[in-house]
């Protein structure tokens, strides 16, 4: 089974002060393997260092178009997720 589009994000329409807790409650909503876009009229590149911060290893970004005007991006929420949150390594033994 394919990882499919679950949502579509138009940033460009939502408050500034809103746009953060939407798209980190968007993504905690996802299943494991599912994806979704954000489009925005600017690079989210800040987005992504705090998305590294908050769930290292456990997402995907890809540019689908990179400006000048309009900038999209696809964020997937990995299969790792699943394990990660259910304590799904072996105790602390894993290394991993």
């Known amino acids: 089974m394919t990882a499919s589009l679950t949502s579509a994000i138009d940033l460009r329409q939502i408050a500034p002060p809103q746009r953060h807790s939407l798209i980190f409650n968007s993504f905690e909503a996802l299943l494991p393997g599912a994806t979704m876009e954000l489009i ?3 690079d989210p590149q800040p987005l992504n260092e705090q998305f590294q911060m ?7 970004w890809s540019y689908l178009e990179k400006g000048p005007q309009v900038w999209r991006v ?3 929420k990995s299969a ?3 394990s990660a ?3 799904g390594c072996c105790g602390g033994g894993c290394g991993g």
């Open 40 to 42: 925005n009229d600017h």
């Open 54 to 60: 908050r769930s290292p290893g456990l997402f995907s």
């Open 74 to 76: 696809q964020i997937g």
């Open 80 to 82: 790792k997720v699943a």
């Open 85 to 87: 949150a259910s304590g």
